[in-house]
């Protein structure tokens, strides 16, 4: 990589890493260009030859964190086969209850992104992984089976941001515990396998 290209690469990682530690205290709103440039020391310009605008920025965090996400399912995953969905969804819970993480992409991501947006964000970042799990689980094959399936993977996906809102919320560790025994209940009773239609 040339001097040229490394400037830009560590401008725009510095720009990320900034932006996040703001998001993550102040919240986006709160968060002003002006706040971001001074933290980071780099000119509007260098804002804005890396991104459209702040919800542009906003949108690297959360891919970043995401991806952090990821990693936390994988790690927990390893290695592992019977009980991979179970520790992939207790890891995810874990992970994004964080207070910083649970703000970005919780709270603030749905408003600032756009419902379709963010939807769009969590679908490749991991509901499509708990949807493709389910329908695993439950030896989902029939046109009935896998909407049972679909259907019991929008609902998990619901609760479990709930949740992990709310054991964010609440901060504290009987909060956590709650939340990971809730989400294992959910699990025991979806994956089931699918019962034959009467």
Known sequence: MGKKAQQAADSRARLIAQARALFQTQGYSATSTETLLAATGLTRGALYHHFRDKKDLFQAVCEQMHGELAQAIEAATADVTDDSLRLGSLAWMAAVGEPGRCRVLLIDAPAVLGEAQWEALDARHGYAALQQGLREMRQAHTATGLLQSDALAAALNGAMN????????????????????????????????????P
């Open 162 to 197: 709930q949740l992990a809102r709310w054991s964010a919320e609440q901060g504290t560790e009987a909060a956590r515990h709650e939340a990971a025994r809730v989400i294992e209940q959910l699990l025991a009773v979806a994956t089931q396998k699918q019962e034959k239609a």
